[in-house]
């Protein structure tokens, strides 16, 4: 009985062996903390919560990677299909009865990987709704969006120019950024832009000039990634936001003072009228998957 009773008082929390799953599935404990989007001592609180209920260690450090102890490897399949059955347990209770079709557009600062989840997440708690998603230029959707073509846009423009009916998910400051083995001091400047929708090409353009600045297009991307991709390679300059800033994407340094770029917000933007249920669900959505870790300025 005593043995009986002391199984009834071991309690696995879903949540720490979701955070067991996670480290051993992408490698340790900084890559599972990003998945999850924890903090990594949080993901350590959680693996050390559950090594003290079942009272015996589950993970074992091996050079720079962990690995499951032999309990830990008798314990990962149950955690698996517990873990699973509580989502999709949650899944089903959390599903609306909305119905209904979205047209949604987004730029290229917002990643597809973001985009592609949100889309899940929007689909499992309203199966009954649907979407329909196309990626363009800012300047494209805000036409779009004004004139009823899409319900809703995700876009980036200057601050100052936000509706007071815009939802605003971030504001950032963008700066001429270039790789760190590439600081083109002098010359003609080599510059990668976002295409010729660009909206930054409206003021970019006339701040090299005025700033006496040869400067000649010679990449274009739709996306930051891509952009960021071509910075990185020492192709060019480019205009972007801190959160790209690393240790291989540095702050360009011009030969001579420029004026300063603007700060840009990225915002949800929703067709005038009535705002449909559908509507209203995915922009929540839209908000609680993009700001997640985010302090807008």
């Known amino acids: 009985m005593a ?11 879903i949540e720490s062996l979701r955070a067991l799953l996670a480290v051993l599935d ?13 903090g990594q001592s949080a993901v350590s609180r959680k693996i050390q919560r559950l090594e003290d ?16 102890t032999r309990d830990g490897r008798a ?40 985009v592609a989840s949100l889309l899940g997440t929007f689909k499992c708690q309203h199966p ?12 494209n959707l805000i036409d779009w969006v004004d004139t009823g073509e899409i319900d809703v846009a995700v876009f980036q423009l200057i601050a100052d120019q936000v509706r007071p009916t815009d939802i605003v998910l971030w504001t ?19 510059l990668i832009d976002f295409g010729d929708h660009c909206y930054y090409n409206e003021f ?11 400067h000649d297009v010679v990449f274009s991307a739709a996306s930051s990634i891509d952009v960021c991709s071509a910075v990185r390679a020492g192709i060019g ?5 801190d959160r790209y800033i690393t240790d291989d994407i540095v702050y360009w340094k011009p030969p001579t003072e420029l004026e300063a770029l603007p700060k840009v917000s990225q915002v949800i933007r929703i067709v005038p009228g009535e705002r449909p249920d559908a509507v209203a669900a995915l922009v929540e959505t839209i908000q609680a998957e993009l700001t997640q870790g985010r302090v807008a300025a």
Do not use: Y
């Not at 043995?3 to 929390?13: K, N, V």
């Not at 992408?26 to 924890?38: D, E, I, Q, S, V």
């Open 204 to 214: 970019t353009l006339g701040i090299l000039e005025r700033g006496g600045i040869d």
């Open 128 to 139: 009954g709704a649907q979407v329909e998603f196309r990626l363009d230029h800012s300047g």
């Open 3 to 13: 043995q009986c009773g002391t199984i009834l008082a071991m309690q696995l929390d």
């Open 237 to 241: 300059i480019a205009v972007l936001s």
């Open 26 to 38: 992408h490698g340790g404990m900084t890559a599972a903390a990003k998945r999850l989007n924890m």
């Open 53 to 68: 209920r079942v009272g015996r260690p589950l993970l074992i450090r091996d050079g720079h990677t962990l690995r499951p």
């Open 75 to 114: 314990l990962l399949a149950d955690a698996r299909q517990m873990v699973e059955l509580h989502d999709r347990s949650v899944a089903r209770l959390n599903t609306s009865d909305l119905t209904g079709m979205v047209k949604l557009s987004c730029n290229g600062e917002v990643d597809t990987a973001q």
């Open 172 to 190: 950032e400051q963008i700066h001429w950024a270039t790789s760190i083995t590439a600081p083109f001091a002098d010359g003609a400047v080599p």
